[in-house]
């Protein structure tokens, strides 16, 4: 599975962004997806993830209720609305899957990960 993320920028404190992530090579269908990000210094934490028929979410306490992580199976895609941003949500984000059905917080539990983009939030 190729994973293809976009939509990173530069904005503001209290702007939003939407991540998507594209993915190509595999039944997209059958995986779980995450966001992760990892800014300068620290180490790659978990940010939201999406079961594979999206009737379950998960979200770090950091961004619950800012963060919004959803799927269409038709278009193969994942998405994160990024609402309210603070400048420390300023990190590279990263799509990932996971043929799994329990562990989706940990990124040891993923199978396949994209590229990065990059969030900077400016205050």
């Known amino acids: 599975v190729q994973l293809q993320a976009s939509g990173g920028g530069l904005v503001q404190a209290g702007g939003s962004l939407r991540l998507s992530c594209a993915a190509s090579g595999g039944t997209f269908s059958s995986y779980a997806m995450g966001w992760f990000r990892q800014a300068p210094g620290k180490e790659r934490e978990f940010v939201a993830a999406?079961?594979?028929?999206?009737?379950?979410?998960y979200y770090a306490d950091s961004v619950k209720g800012r963060f919004t992580i959803s799927r269409d199976n038709a278009k193969n895609t994942v998405y994160l609305q990024m609402n309210t941003l603070k400048p420390e949500d300023t990190a590279v984000y990263c799509c990932a899957a996971y043929s799994g059905h329990f562990y989706y917080t940990s990124r040891h539990s993923y199978d396949y990960w994209g590229q990065g983009t990059q969030v900077t939030v400016s205050s």
């Open positions: 999406i079961s594979w028929n999206g009737g379950s979410t």
